[in-house]
């Protein structure tokens, strides 16, 4: 595999390319790669395995795994983390096909140069792997929402001086439905 300058995962499939319906190879990867989502840690290794097929050249990924560093989404520290994929499949297509589910799921080989470029997909997993919300621990109880205090670290005294100013009778955002509704 090359890396191109503009951080492109390139193979080279001009043997397989010429090879009968079948046909398949096997590479491992331990790279340096960066992703503009989010902060590599470490190299990111996976295998794949690649088969051709009649529309082109079938991938198959396995054993994807990379460190990565993000900010906690409650309180903003750095957490880092280890993301694994198991597997997962990419169809690099010779022509565009006449029909398909999600053009942003469509690959084309590179036929001028005979290579393919996994860094879309390898891309589009790891970040549909990664979870919706990224905290730093289960519990995180994150910041205050008056002066920013990380609630981990320490607490404040704005929620006390908030409980003791809070009208509860006249902070109900919802008191006025009670009324639309009896009318």
Do not use: W
Request: proline residues 3%.
């Amino acid at each position: 595999m090359k890396q191109s300058e503009d951080q492109n995962m390139l193979v080279d499939v001009s043997e397989l390319l010429v090879q009968n319906i079948g046909a398949s190879e096997s590479l491992s990867f331990n790279e340096k790669f960066h992703f503009i989502e989010f902060v590599s840690k470490s190299n990111l290794k996976f295998e794949i395995e690649l088969f051709r097929i009649e529309e082109g050249i079938a991938v198959l990924f396995s054993n994807v795994e990379l460190k990565v560093e993000h900010n906690c989404d409650k309180c903003i520290s750095k957490v880092t983390q280890d993301l694994h994929i198991d597997k997962f499949e990419s169809i690099f297509y010779t022509q565009k096909p006449s029909s398909i589910d999600d053009p942003f799921d469509m690959h084309m080989i590179d036929l001028k140069n005979k290579e393919i470029d996994l860094s879309e997909p390898l891309r589009q997993e790891i970040i549909l792997s990664a979870p919706i919300l990224l905290l730093c621990k289960e519990k995180c109880k994150g910041l205050c929402s008056s002066c920013g205090q990380n609630m981990n670290i320490s607490t404040c005294n704005c929620k006390k001086n908030l409980d003791n100013t809070y009208d509860k009778e006249q902070n109900k955002p919802f008191s006025n439905l009670k009324e639309l509704l009896n009318q």
